[in-house]
């Protein structure tokens, strides 16, 4: 297995002996190797690059030129596109006005991504499911476009224009090229993300980034016991080690026992009963889910080393560092809504899609952003069936939870009940819709689908025509009517007993 996927591994070859010892793709061995290594330099950074010892300038050379070398060493010539990407993009910051800075960064980043998905999936590889070049470029795409937003609202806009996430996020002058691929390449984030703000990660190079947001969430108390210490991150980084250790023994062990394209063979469809095949499906994906949970955490576990992730204390006074954390696992296997699935999924892509579209966009934002999402993984049409399946998964759950739930909060039982059945039909609905994203082919996913019935399609029309809902939009529209409509009530009985007073 790992010699026929040397001839596609666009980097080193050092390491091939112990790919074909492990029976692993030269790839992913290269990309582990890496991952290890940058969590060694991220502890030598943090030891004798501390911003108290090391200027910003000496900071952010080092992590940039740690990244390219670690881009070099996994992609090859190919890690060239990172820095092609970047390149434009920055010149469309330098060189247009910043009223469309915004929107021509936007385009440029996502339209070069898209080509290199394209020429990836179509020109050299289908289906080729390992690590990638454009893997990288993806959380590239997202710091360059957040970036293009941020400055355009630090810069073109005025306080009262923007939300208090906006006003903390907003930049008030434009990054030097050295920031930016700082920010954008660093040895840290470079292989596997996560994104994060470029205000928290110039907080965390000029050393900054401890105090204020400790004083936001802590009371004053533990404020004056802990301001003056430095938080240490090594408790949740083992922490952190130990679930990547046993999520990659779990996804080792089960991954090939459990295969997803196992549920559209014609065998296994037509002689097993519908309820196994669902209970396989779930089955399947909870075997899957591990590879994330540990490629996510390692790269959380790489940024907290180096002294980055710091999100103020809990009410015991013990440090947070889940600042750019991507998933909770726990509150992703026993959610009881689709919507606190992903809330829990992939959590910097959530908010860099709810900052850059859902927030922004004026017409259908739910559908804006998911079609987003599937654009930017990636040119497989099983990436479209499942963000369009996503849409119509999320207007039923909204309505039922609108509709049905209130039924079920009068007792304790009740609730225990609900929730319950919620979490089975989350896990049964998340499946569903995950399925053709794995698939990745139009063919298989149908066939998928096909075996289903379109059951879930159907029930969710169902129950959206059944049990409409108003959008959170109109929602918040009509309460802030309501809420004029109230002042302006108040407004006018205050004028009625001030005339009353001067007729006495």
């Not at 190079?205 to 240490?232: F, L, M, V």
């Amino acid at each position: 297995m790992a010699t026929q996927t040397t001839a596609s591994c666009t980097g080193s070859t050092l390491l091939q002996p112990i790919s074909e010892i492990i029976n692993l793709p030269v790839d992913q061995v290269n990309f582990v190797a890496c991952q290890l290594f940058a969590l060694l330099m991220a502890v030598w950074f943090r030891l004798y690059l501390h911003p108290s010892k090391t200027s910003p300038f000496i900071r952010h050379v080092v992590a940039t030129l740690l990244g390219f070398y670690l881009a070099l060493f996994c992609f090859g010539w190919y890690s060239l596109h990172f820095l092609v990407q970047s390149g434009l993009s920055y010149s469309v910051m330098v060189f247009v006005g910043l009223e469309h800075m915004h929107k021509y960064c936007f385009i440029v980043t996502l339209g070069y991504l898209i080509l290199c998905q394209v020429t990836r999936v179509y020109v050299f590889d289908y289906g080729m499911y390992s690590a990638d070049f454009t893997g990288p470029m993806m959380v590239i795409t997202q710091k360059i476009t957040s970036l293009a937003f941020e400055i355009h609202d630090g810069l073109t806009k005025r306080e009262g224009q923007l939300t208090p996430s906006q006003k903390y996020l907003a930049i008030r002058r434009m990054p030097s090229l050295l920031e930016y691929l700082s920010y954008n390449c660093n040895f840290m984030g470079i292989l596997a993300g996560p994104t994060c703000s470029y205000n928290d990660y110039m907080a965390f190079i000029e050393g900054t980034c401890y105090q204020p947001r400790h004083q936001e969430n802590a009371n004053g108390k533990e404020n004056g016991k802990y301001k003056q210490i430095e938080p240490s991150s090594k408790n949740d980084v083992i922490s952190k080690l130990c679930t990547c250790a046993v999520s990659l023994g779990i996804y080792l062990s089960l991954c090939k026992l459990l295969p997803v394209e196992h549920s559209i063979n014609d065998d296994f469809v037509s002689s097993t009963p519908f309820h196994l095949q669902v209970i396989y499906l779930y089955l399947a994906m909870l075997a899957l889910r591990p590879k994330y949970y540990f490629v996510w955490t390692l790269a959380d576990a790489i940024n907290n080393a180096a002294g980055f992730g710091f999100n103020g204390y809990n009410k015991d006074g013990s440090p947070r560092w889940d600042l750019i954390s991507n998933l909770r696992i726990l509150d992703i296997e026993f959610a009881t809504s689709f919507k606190m699935f992903l809330d829990n999924w992939n959590i910097q892509t959530a908010l860099w899609l709810k900052r850059v579209c859902y927030e922004r966009c004026p017409i259908n934002p739910m559908a804006a952003t998911f079609l987003l999402s599937a654009m930017w993984h990636g040119v497989y049409p099983g990436y479209y069936l499942t963000f369009l399946t996503g849409i119509a998964m999320t207007m039923a759950a909204r309505a039922v939870r609108h509709n049905i739930r209130p039924y079920f909060l009068g007792s304790d039982s009740h609730k225990r009940i609900y929730d319950v059945v919620t979490w089975a039909g989350t896990q049964v609905a998340i499946s569903y819709t995950v399925a053709p994203f794995v698939l990745l082919a139009v063919g298989r996913s149908l066939k998928f689908y096909r075996s289903w019935y379109f059951c879930l399609h159907l029930l969710c029309l169902l129950v959206v025509v059944a049990l409409p809902v108003k959008s959170r939009r109109r929602q918040a529209k009509e309460q802030q009517d309501g809420l004029k409509d109230n002042l302006a009530d108040l407004g006018s009985t205050d004028n009625n007993c001030n005339q009353k007073d001067k007729a006495t």
